[in-house]
């Protein structure tokens, strides 16, 4: 395992970029000598062990955390030299823990996001209005506008919040765990939903994930930490397979497929990794 490089190249700037970025958490190195390109029209998942520094790596990367050494670069700008209204024009943050300090309805709730692109007084347009009913609607909550915020589910606020993150119009998306609290179903959905968002308008999208059957199925890149100061980065099926995710998570996997499907699962006991077929009969 080595430091994580992009082997693309050309002279146009990367949608965000990591230079020799090393993150720690008190005498833990979480990541060491990271250099890495993000580009345009590219999903990644972020995946490891709990403790391996996804959390930290996307603060990092949305510049609400500082680095141990290195830097970040969006649009190939440093992060240090962006103005903050200048910079949430050009990325939106999902942080993992979403809260709800105040009644508003949800409508009010997605507008909060288009503030980076108000003028004048602030008030805001009907354009806005659109683009908050649009981000809505793509995540299936058209019926939710009116609701009281403070009425929803755990699942249905974190769609919400995803639903905010889209109004805001950026051109990457830096998404902290945002399949936590939903079902399958809506996993699914909201997945569907950042690929078509992605596809639009060759937008970039950094989320941390959990189930990697789910990323390597809808992400195209992954990036998977060990927790130790390594990763893998590169296309996801190229990273997250069974032997680099069975030493990622300290636990024996088996990669399984039927027909054009495939899955990681946990191997049969404690023998050590090996990447099998496995045929399925009703």
């Known amino acids: 395992m080595s430091t994580a490089m ?19 958490a008190g005498a833990r190195t979480l990541i060491e000598n990271l250099t890495q390109r993000f580009g345009a029209g590219e999903i990644w998942c972020v995946a490891g062990a709990n403790g391996a520094g996804k959390t ?22 440093a992060l240090r030299d962006w103005k903050p209204a200048r910079l949430a024009q050009r990325r939106a943050l999902m942080p993992q823990d979403v809260r709800d300090a105040f009644s508003a309805s949800v409508l009010d709730i997605v507008l909060l996001n288009r503030y ?9 347009s009907e354009e806005d209005r659109a683009a908050a009913h649009a981000a809505l609607a793509q995540l ?7 609701r009281d915020v403070l009425s929803l589910s755990g699942g249905e606020r974190q769609r919400v919040a995803l639903a905010a993150v889209l109004c805001q119009d950026a051109p990457l998306l830096l998404l902290d765990e945002p399949l936590a609290h939903l079902d399958l179903h809506h996993q699914i959905a909201c997945l569907e939903a950042l690929g078509q968002w992605v596809r639009a308008a060759s937008r970039t999208v950094v989320l941390s994930c959990h189930d990697l059957n789910l990323a390597r199925r809808y992400a195209t890149h992954a990036l998977l930490l060990d927790g130790r100061g390594g990763c893998w980065a590169g296309p996801v099926r190229d990273v997250l397979t069974a032997e680099r995710a069975s030493e990622a ?23 050590p990794y090996t990447e099998q077929t496995q045929e399925h009969h009703a």
């Open 6 to 24: 992009n082997a693309a190249t050309g002279a146009a700037k990367p949608a965000l970029a990591t230079h020799a970025l090393s993150l720690r």
């Open 56 to 77: 930290t790596l996307i603060a990092t990367l949305a510049g609400l955390r500082p680095a141990a050494a290195g830097h970040v670069e969006i649009d190939g700008i």
């Open 116 to 124: 980076p692109h108000l003028a004048g007084w602030g008030w805001e």
């Open 140 to 146: 299936g909550l058209e019926a939710f506008a009116a």
């Open 249 to 271: 998570f300290g636990h024996p996997l088996a990669l399984i497929r039927d027909g054009p499907h495939e899955a990681l699962v946990p191997a049969l006991g404690h023998a």
